[in-house]
């Protein structure tokens, strides 16, 4: 790719904001505000501070390793060996392929809510994760200019929300009390679902053999990324709270247009946010099937699965197909807990790799700041989030591992099998 043709750093950050700012918050928030009443508020600050630790090491390790596409996959390759690389890979692919359905559940019921018929809820999933695909297929570069369009919609349209909600509601002191309902395992529970909020950086990360200067500018992205989302998502789930009692949310799907209803917000208002989510839902499934479709295609070159698999056409066809059986989970606070835990364990390994990148003296131009201490927050807070999944997470987690480590180990046997029979020819 010609240096013409590379991404800025606007449109780097701006697919990492269209992964980022989307599902979490248009759909997640208010299954997070029932699991933690007001102090949802708390555990989206906790998530952030979480995230930003994971993301700055990164940042370093994206800069250190500039011409890999894998993301957090590759840099557990480069640090910590085949196996591991493999597991995170596989966790990632996962990951992306059942977070991208959950995200195209948002978008569905975001229309089925504005009037649609509730029996097309799966069939609208399917037929948006076709389209994005094809404009993947299309090039990066149009992708990028389709995210860079909506995700500014994205950001003012949660502007627009919380600053409208606080107009018309005032400040509601009695909405913040008690303030946590279900004590510190709620705000754990909330911490887990907000994380799939903060999760999508990561796409930044496998962009940067494609960003111009990338190994400069993928580190920025990925801090600016984080720095606007968590401020986005302590302002929304701040004004959601004081408009709407905590208990009134429930599992509601589009937590926003109900807060808006629930004030009596004008009609207007409220279809523009439901605009807005709708255009959110797009962006993070788009971003989600780069990030997938570039994870797959680097593993590929990696030898990490084999060959056929290779080529553009081909993973995105693997990625649509599973996103698309994926649907069939079909509840979106479920899906978010379990694609979590290979996020989390991924991610666990990033403050290790950076110390391993770091005794080899491989110096990017980003380091972080506060080495080692940031890194070690960021592995025993990983360690925290892990234990607090729940039992259905860790157990889909555990098993996912086992079926990931008999894939690589039959792969491995296939390839040594047929470079041994190619040797005796």
Known sequence: MQGSKKLTLFQALSIGLGNIIGAGIFIMAGASITAAGPAAILAFLITAFYATTVGISNAELSSDFPSVEGGVYSFTLLTMGETLGFLVGWFRLIAYSISGAATALGFSGYLISIGLPKMLYFPIAGFLILILVIIDYLGLRLAA????????????????????????????????TPFLPHGILGVLVASNIAFFAYSGFNTIATLTPNVENGEKTVPKAIIFSLIISASLYMLVTFSMVDSLYWNKFGTASDPLSLVLSGIKAPFYLIYFIDLTAII?????????????ERTLSQMVKDSMLPKILGGKKTTLLIISAIMIASLSLGNVESIALA????????YMLSGIQVAIARKRKIKGKFRSPLYPFLQIFSVILSALFMASLGENALVIGVVTLIVGLVVFSLHKEFIKEFESRRAIR
């Open 145 to 176: 200019v389709i995210e860079s369009s909506l995700v500014i919609l994205n950001i003012l349209g949660l502007l627009l929300f919380s600053f409208s909600s606080l107009f018309i509601s005032g400040i509601k002191v009695g909405n913040f």
């Open 339 to 346: 694609s979590n835990f290979g996020i989390v364990f991924s």
């Open 280 to 292: 959110a839902t797009i962006t993070v499934t788009l971003s989600i099937i780069i990030a997938g």
